[in-house]
Structure formats: C-alpha cells, structure tokens
C-alpha cells in the first residue's frame, strides 16, 4: 500500500495540533481522534480538538473540503455555491459568526419573495390568500405534532386549502425539507427551528468552510472502508488505498445514505438501534440547474426569489441575479426533483428553460449562455441532499447523537433536532461530537484523590426560562411583488 506524503495534505499552520501520515505499513500511524469526513461537521469537529491542543485527522474522500457546501469557481468563473447557498439566521449562525475574521463578506439577504402566475406578477389580495394558505399549512403541522402519534405533513393538512396548496406545499416540503409532505414527518417538522431570516456569502458559502478548514489536518481523496474497534480504546481506520489509521476515538460525519449504503462497514457490526436511526432519516433530494444569462432578461434585482402558483408538483424555484451576477438558480426538489435528475442534466436544463419560457416568456432563453447542472443524488460521497424524518423518525436523531462501541461519535445535520438540514446544524453537531471525543480521550486524573470540601452556596435564583423555539419551520414567507 502506498505511503502517504505530507504534501496531500492541506498546509498545517503552526498552531494546529500534531498529525500523524498514514502508514500502509502492518503497525498503524496514531493519533487521538480520527475524523471521517471534511464537510462541516468534520471541520467544525477539527477544529475544536485542535484548539484542545489533541491530536487530530480528517479523512475526507473528496478532493475538496466542504462536503455538501461547496463553492465552484471555475464553471462559470464567478462564485457557484453548488450546494448550500442560504446562511440561516445570521445572528446567530455559528458559520456566520466565523466570517468576518475568516475575511469572507457576508450581506442579508432580501427579505420577501415573489410569486409568479403565468406571465404575471401576484397581486396584493393574491399574495394575502398565499399567506393565509402558508399560515394553515403551518399550523396543522404544529397541531398534528401536538398528538400522540406521529403522522405525515400530507396527512396533517385541512381538506378545503384550494388553489394555494400546491405551491404552499412545495414551499414548506420539497424547497424546505427536500422530501414531499407525504414523506415528512409532522414532529420533526414542527421541532425543527425558524430558518427566516437569511444571508449570502459574497465569496461564497462553500468558499467560507474552505477558508475555515485552512490549517487543519485534512487528508484528502481518502475514502475510508472499514472501523474496526479494537478494543481497550482503540481504533483501526482502513482507507481505499491509503493505508491505515489507529485512533483513540473517532468521529464519523458521513451522510446517512452513505452510511445506510455500506460504503463504511465497522466490526463489530453497526448495532442495529443506529441502523434503525438511519433509515428513519434518509436524505431528501434537492438539485440546482444553474444559468449563466447575459443581462437581465428576467428584470428582477439581485438575489429576488421567485416561485410559480403551480397547480401540481413540477415546479421550482428562481433565484435570479445571484449576488449581483449573471448567475441565476432554478431549483427543483422533492420526488419531482429526484426523478428529473435522474433523467440527466440535459432533462434538468430542458425543464429550466421550459419553466422560464412559461414564466417569463420565450425572450429570456436567448439570453442564456453557459448551464450547470447538478447531481447529489448519485453524488459518490453523499447521495441525496439533507435527511428529514419520516413518519416517527424524529426520535431517531437523539439516537444518532448516542456514541457506539464506546468511543464512536456520529455527527453532521441529521444529529441535530433543530437545524437538521444545514451547515448550521452540521457544525453544531460537530462540535458536540468533539466534545465528547475529547472528554473520552482525557485520561481521568484525580480520581483517587481527596474529595475536596464543597463550600455551602447559597441558594441561587430561578433561571429564566429559555424562550420555547417557534415549532415551525423556515418562517412564514415574506412576500414583494413591486
Ligand atoms: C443542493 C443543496 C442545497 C443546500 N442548501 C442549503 C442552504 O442553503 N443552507 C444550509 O444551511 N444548508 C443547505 N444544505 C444542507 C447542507 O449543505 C448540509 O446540511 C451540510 O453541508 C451537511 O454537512 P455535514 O458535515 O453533515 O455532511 P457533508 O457535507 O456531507 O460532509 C460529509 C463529508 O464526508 C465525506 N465522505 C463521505 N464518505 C466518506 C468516506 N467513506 N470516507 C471519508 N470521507 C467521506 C464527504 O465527501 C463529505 O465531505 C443544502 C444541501 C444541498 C445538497
């Protein structure tokens, strides 16, 4: 087996803690914690046992670090995010917090959106029975959840919405969630947090976790195969041709898909409580169809957000003008994405500009140059776009925060209750992992000691109750039309 160089890893500044190389030699390269993955849990995760001062590597089986938040920039020769592109909430985003000293420009984005009907804008009263139909959706979500059982969003919804229903669903399901409503758990939906306010990356999203990632122990085009524990604490991490890895502890952020499709196997077996857990949170499916289009046709601002009142479910979303350049995005998602994806991105380009035909008219196609499409659902390394839980499966995601065999921590989006399906949430989730990887690999000093004399406190004042999070999510759309 080949010996890795230190030159396939990124640059390790000064501060970063130690790394090991791997060693395709029989006695295995060490180190603390070995992390599976470089998106943002495993950067997130580095960084934290890195700042602990603990040795620390990342496998990542991509070229690049970033995972599902990564930034193209040689497509189109502007910032391409081909992944994530919404910074959720930016105050207090833990990414966003990063930025500014990551030097990387963050700005609001618009708020509003806007509603398309054939060739024309919607109206005023239009968009108020739009609201009214969003608000009911939401609220038989949360009084669903409220149940003893859980049960499906399609399931949840009045019988009499009308005409709003199917872009109200596309809105709140497939553009939100990745799945449709007949797929979506209404607990896990109602648990999950506001996601309403938003912010974009000048430089983009992808390119921020990159800067984030600078320094760190990464070891790239690394697929890992096997974890096997070894007992007494100790790990072995096999890897596609790059030799092996003993770890005290490891933190494995592949998605669910990947995990549920064997790409990693472990020995002993992965229980069966953690399998469970995964297939209740399979990913969803969300596809970008991106244009470069000269001018602007489309006589929209920078970063307005379009959709179509659809009377079913091929529908999409326009994000036109993006950050000021001749990007826009048209993105499709749910069943309706899955299945067009599949068909190839020559299908996915003709859907585009078929839709904007319907919408804007014919005109606009002309003005269209270069075309991307992508392709997560068969992406090698994820497989699909964000989990969301299907009927019952909200539970799962506690589950999934439980360590196996001792010291093996998984983290990403799908262990987080609330930010499921974000960066926000992957990094979060991250940093809990590494916390808890950290404390299994201190050793416990102390123990036979003295306890030491505990002075009598007085009695402190109730805590403030943390407000309770609004159980919906992504917010009740704020509409323009002008
Ligand atoms: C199209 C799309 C749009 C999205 N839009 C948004 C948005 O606007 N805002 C938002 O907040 N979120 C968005 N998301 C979701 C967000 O991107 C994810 O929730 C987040 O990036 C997941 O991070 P993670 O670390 O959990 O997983 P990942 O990013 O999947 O990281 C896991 C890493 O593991 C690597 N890996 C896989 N297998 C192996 C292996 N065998 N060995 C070693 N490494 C391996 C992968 O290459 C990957 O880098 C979007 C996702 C998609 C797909």
Redesign the pocket.
Known sequence: MPRISRRSFLMATAGAASFPVLNGASVAAETDVAI???????IAAARRIGAAGRRVVV????EQ?????ITDTTTFGVPYDV??????VPESNPVAKLALRAGVDIYPAPPGQRVRIGRRNARESELEEYLAVVARGKRAIEDAARGKVDISCAQAMPKDLGEWQPLMEFYLGPFGCGKDFSELSATDFARSSERDVDAYCRQGFGALLAKLAEGLPVQLS????KITALGRGSFLIDTAGKGSLQARAVIV???TN?LLDG??TFAPALPKRQLDALSRLRLGH???IALEVAGNPFGLLRDDLVFEKADNDHTAALLANVGGTSLSFIDVAGSFGRDLAAKGPREMTAFAFEWIDKLYGADVRKAIQRTHA?Q?ASSP??QG??SAASVGGQPSRRILMEPFFDRVFYA???AHETLW??????WE??ERAADAALKAVVPVTGSRAAPTPVKRQKKAAPKKQPRRQSPSFFGTPRISND
């Open positions: 599976i993955g470089g998106g943002a849990a495993g496998l990542e089986a991509a670090v970033g995972g599902r938040c992944g994530a592109h919404w910074l959720h690394t697929p890992v195969t952020t592949v998605s990947m790409k990693i969300y596809e970008r992508t997560w390394f994820v776009s964000f990403g989006e799908a399906g974000t960066v926000s949430g992957a989730s991250g």
